[in-house]
């Protein structure tokens, strides 16, 4: 899989945050869960959209590009639904073509913390007590 294109909502001189297509036009939400400063290579935790609960209401925020009209509501649509599929990428780039994805977890009880609501450092040290995301892949 490939992201063709990139929609960052949140960053702090790296990408947070951001929703991202790929070639069969499939939107993934990634959220950044280990960075390492350095070689700049991150490890994100994506899902395709349709395994959120906001779904719909995405597409049209996404549609719009209305996030700061709607920054508010983020918090309660990027929530995993009980049956879902998540991945892990490993990259420097989320558009480019060295990024090394593998199959993490199904069904998931993704912390809320790691899919919205911290910021650097906070997400790093608190994903850290999640997994040893490096180890995976």
């Known amino acids: 899989m490939r992201f063709v294109s990139e929609l960052t909502i949140d960053w ?3 990408i947070l945050k951001s929703f991202c297509t790929n070639d ?4 993934f939400y990634c959220c950044i869960v280990a960075l390492d400063p350095t070689n700049d290579e991150k490890i994100y935790l994506c899902t395709d959209i349709k395994y959120l609960k906001g779904y719909k209401e995405l597409i049209g925020i996404i549609e ?8 508010n509501r983020l918090s309660k649509l990027l929530k995993l639904n009980r049956v879902n599929k ?5 990259t420097k780039n989320l558009r480019g073509d060295q990024n090394k994805i593998i199959p993490y977890k199904v069904n998931y009880s993704c912390p809320k913390k790691i899919l919205w609501g911290e910021e650097l450092p906070e997400i790093l040290d608190f994903a850290t007590g999640i997994d040893n995301w490096w180890a995976l892949i």
């Open 12 to 14: 702090y001189d790296n």
């Open 24 to 27: 069969d036009n499939e939107i």
């Open 64 to 71: 719009t590009d209305s996030f700061k009209e709607n920054w």
């Open 86 to 90: 998540t991945y892990l990428i490993r």
